[in-house]
Structures are given as structure tokens and as C-alpha cells.
């Protein structure tokens, strides 16, 4: 792995929420609570698309980040990137990989270099995406110093979604927050 990002692990402490409960804009709810592929909807608005690997470790899950599919204390990968569309970055994304998910087929996943995990997944069939939760992230959150660093300013909450996928019976959680100035707030 190539070396990693000085804010690697950003992480994303917070109260993720079932969307029903959120008060937010027609086109932001649209992107937050689209079950495609985020990946192919970002190369759709933009001429070049693009992935910056922060960084990629084996940590233990935290409590905040368990849930019924990955358990607190279990071992995963842990992989951090940035989705540039056209030089801006519109997207930071976290991604769990519990190494119990990472065999047969599912090992490629361990070593994605700069190539989409979206992509990859959404090739599959027959994945499955468990519900989508969502979350506000203030100019005190640990996503903001990523925002901050890419000389992004944080005037209002950036909004994130995260959920569960489950590929061959293998989960792993994808989160994903929009950067200020990303495509999903702009009406």
C-alpha cells in the first residue's frame, strides 16, 4: 500500500439515522437515498472521474461503527478514499471490510489500489444493500479537517449515508459523506 494520507483514519464518529427523520432537500434525499451505484452516477457528471486512496489499515470495529452484521472489536479493513469529479472532490468515503469477508472471490476486494469499491461491487448480481442510514457532519467533525485540508469551506452540514452490503453472505459497510460544493447539493 502506497504511503498514507497524515489525517488517515478520518473516521466518522456519529448517530447514523433512519432518513425518515431528517428534514433536507428534495435532490439532496435523491442522492442520499439512491441504491445504485454512487460511483457510475459521479462518472455520469463529470468528464473524469477519479479515486485518492487516504489510506487502508486493519483496525478493530469500533461500538460506534458495529452493527448487527460487524461486531464491535472484529478485525476489518479498513479503507479511506476521496471521489474526485473534473479535480473536485465531492466525496469521502470509509469503507469496513471485515477480514472474516475477505475470501474466495471477495479477496480482490482487500487490494483495490485506486479502483472504485462500487464498482466492483455493483458488478455482482447478487449483492445485496441492507438499509440506508444517513448523518449530519458539522465544522467540528472528523470529515470537516478533510474538507479544511482540500481547502473546501464547512458552511452547513455535510450529509453522509451509510449501509451494509452483503455479497456470497460476506458484509462489509460503505459510508459516504458529500464534500461542501458536491454535486448532491446543488438544486
Same mark, same amino acid.
Given at each position: 500500500?502506497?504511503?498514507q494520507?497524515s489525517?488517515?483514519p478520518?473516521?466518522l464518529?456519529?448517530?447514523?439515522?433512519?432518513p425518515?427523520?431528517?428534514?433536507?432537500?428534495?435532490t439532496?434525499?435523491?442522492?442520499l437515498?439512491d441504491?445504485a451505484s454512487?460511483?457510475?452516477?459521479l462518472?455520469?457528471?463529470?468528464?473524469?472521474?477519479?479515486?485518492?486512496?487516504?489510506?487502508?489499515?486493519?483496525?478493530?470495529?469500533?461500538?460506534?461503527?458495529?452493527?448487527?452484521?460487524?461486531?464491535?472489536?472484529?478485525?476489518?479493513?479498513?479503507?479511506e478514499?476521496?471521489?474526485?469529479?473534473?479535480?473536485?472532490a465531492?466525496?469521502?468515503?470509509?469503507?469496513?471490510?471485515?477480514?472474516?469477508?475477505l475470501?474466495?472471490?471477495? $479477496? $480482490?476486494l482487500?487490494d483495490?489500489?485506486?479502483?472504485?469499491?462500487?464498482?466492483? *461491487?455493483?458488478?455482482?448480481?447478487?449483492?445485496v444493500?441492507?438499509?440506508?442510514?444517513?448523518?449530519?457532519?458539522?465544522?467540528?467533525?472528523?470529515v470537516?479537517?478533510?474538507?479544511?485540508?482540500?481547502?473546501?469551506?464547512?458552511?452547513q452540514p455535510?450529509?453522509g449515508?451509510?449501509s451494509?452490503?452483503v *455479497?456470497?453472505?460476506?458484509?462489509?459497510?460503505?459510508?459516504?459523506?458529500?464534500?461542501?460544493?458536491?454535486?448532491?447539493?446543488?438544486?
Amino acid at each position: 500500500m502506497a504511503t498514507q494520507h497524515s489525517l488517515f483514519p478520518v473516521q466518522l464518529p456519529t448517530i447514523w439515522q433512519t432518513p425518515n427523520n431528517v428534514v433536507i432537500s428534495n435532490t439532496l434525499r435523491d442522492w442520499l437515498l439512491d441504491p445504485a451505484s454512487l460511483t457510475a452516477r459521479l462518472k455520469h457528471h463529470s468528464k473524469k472521474f477519479r479515486i485518492e486512496v487516504l489510506g487502508q489499515a486493519i483496525e478493530p470495529c469500533s461500538d460506534l461503527e458495529a452493527n448487527t452484521d460487524i461486531l464491535a472489536g472484529e478485525k476489518v479493513l479498513v479503507r479511506e478514499v476521496l471521489l474526485y469529479c473534473d479535480g473536485i472532490a465531492q466525496v469521502f468515503a470509509r469503507s469496513l471490510l471485515p477480514l472474516k469477508s475477505l475470501t474466495g472471490e471477495q $479477496q $480482490q476486494l482487500a487490494d483495490l489500489g485506486t479502483q472504485s469499491l462500487g464498482q466492483v *461491487l455493483f458488478n455482482h448480481p447478487e449483492l445485496v444493500r441492507k438499509k440506508i442510514e444517513v448523518a449530519a457532519f458539522d465544522q467540528q467533525s472528523t470529515v470537516a479537517k478533510i474538507a479544511e485540508h482540500l481547502s473546501l469551506k464547512v458552511l452547513q452540514p455535510m450529509w453522509g449515508r451509510r449501509s451494509v452490503f452483503v *455479497l456470497d453472505a460476506k458484509p462489509l459497510m460503505v459510508a459516504e459523506v458529500f464534500l461542501p460544493g458536491a454535486f448532491a447539493y446543488q438544486e
